[in-house]
């Protein structure tokens, strides 16, 4: 396919922190033979002058589960895992936003106090294709065109890997980099961007930062990495036939977001709510306590689950906690002193 550059259109500036390259590389390397990429998460911050253009901070990819499908000319990502990722971050960004303003502002600089968004897919090709295909420029335009999105734009770098390495740096800004690799040659990534005003992929030309130097995301929660013990703890919970909810809420006002569990049991008269953070089970979960709420099928369980917390008082349950542990033994432990 031929890459079209639109006479006259110009494209946003283009920042990538040192860790998206680094995933791109780790990743590439794992799937030598094969297709494979990540999600790209990061900002879009409008012009700040009249005669400047808007820049597009790309600051971490996320990598798809173990159900994508990666073949020599395939690969396929897209799966539930992956998007509750990007709304995780997406939802810990705009609390922080909501509750530390100021601080963005002062410590930052306001154009920071934006939306964190997903930018598109990177994705590694065979041999030397250093350009979306053909099918990748329909699925870009299917996406853009889709407004459930809500996006007008996508950014698609393509990795190629065993390249020669170039050792004399040009002078000249291109849209690719070389990464150099163990083996002596090079990774190649080429950065191309679409909007809904273009008719092809254009090349956006990249500057890299140091991770440190960009606004740092949330760490990933448990519930969303460690698929087996998320498992293990909701077959536990299960077996003891209570009603579980599950909630993302700012319970101590200190980022990340803490994963709640709403539990109950049938005829009872209390709630339980067990908070765990990111990092869970290495940090213990805290108990709180609540009366019953009736619920309906048609409820917005996010808004119970307010209503509780707002209800609730802390459980001081003393329990020697280890990761040994699951929840279902917390909850056994507060239940035994509410003496149920």
């Known amino acids: 396919m031929v890459m079209k550059r639109i006479t006259g259109r110009s494209v946003p500036n283009l920042v ?18 094969d297709e494979t990429g990540e999600a790209m998460v990061g900002f879009y911050v409008p012009r700040q ?21 990666r073949q020599f000319h395939t690969f396929q990502q897209g799966d539930d895992r992956q998007d509750d990722l990007i709304w995780w971050l997406q939802e810990n960004w705009r ?13 930052l600089g306001s154009k920071w106090d934006v939306p964190l968004r997903y930018l598109g897919d990177w994705h590694k090709q065979p041999g030397f294709m250093i350009q979306p295909s053909g099918g990748d420029l329909m699925t870009a335009i299917d996406w853009i065109d889709d407004e459930d999105n809500n996006t007008d734009f996508l ?7 065993d390249h020669p390495h170039t050792i004399v ?3 000249v800004t291109t849209n690719f980099l070389m990464v150099p690799q163990a083996s002596g040659d090079a990774m190649r990534v080429d950065f191309w961007y679409i909007d809904k005003n273009a008719h092809g992929f254009l090349p956006i030309a990249p500057t890299i930062y140091p991770n440190d130097q960009l606004p740092t995301l949330a760490e990933y929660p448990w519930h969303l990495v460690d698929d087996a013990r998320f498992t ?15 909630t993302l809420y700012d319970t101590d006002e200190t980022p990340p977001l803490e ?7 049938m005829g009872g008269d209390k709630l339980l709510i067990i908070a765990t953070k990111a990092d869970y089970p290495k940090s213990a979960p805290k108990v709180r306590v609540a009366p019953f709420i009736h619920m309906s099928e048609d409820d917005d369980m996010y808004k119970v689950f307010e209503q509780t917390w707002k209800a609730s008082t802390p459980l001081d349950v003393h329990f020697d906690w280890t990761a040994d542990h699951l929840l279902i033994d917390v909850i056994k432990a507060a239940e035994a002193k509410l003496g149920k």
């Open 16 to 33: 990538v922190a040192q860790r998206v390259i680094d995933k791109m590389a780790a990743a590439a390397a794992t799937h030598m033979e």
């Open 49 to 69: 002058h009249p005669s400047g253009v808007p820049t597009l901070y790309a600051l971490d990819t996320i990598s798809p589960d173990d159900s994508a499908i």
């Open 95 to 107: 609390v922080q936003r909501e509750k530390n303003g100021t601080f963005l502002t002062k410590m």
């Open 155 to 161: 950014l698609a770098p393509i990795v190629t890997l």
């Open 169 to 171: 740096p040009s002078n």
């Open 232 to 246: 293990r703890e909701n077959d536990a919970l299960q077996a003891e036939q209570l009603f579980v909810s599950v």
């Open 259 to 265: 994963v709640c569990y709403l539990v109950g049991r």
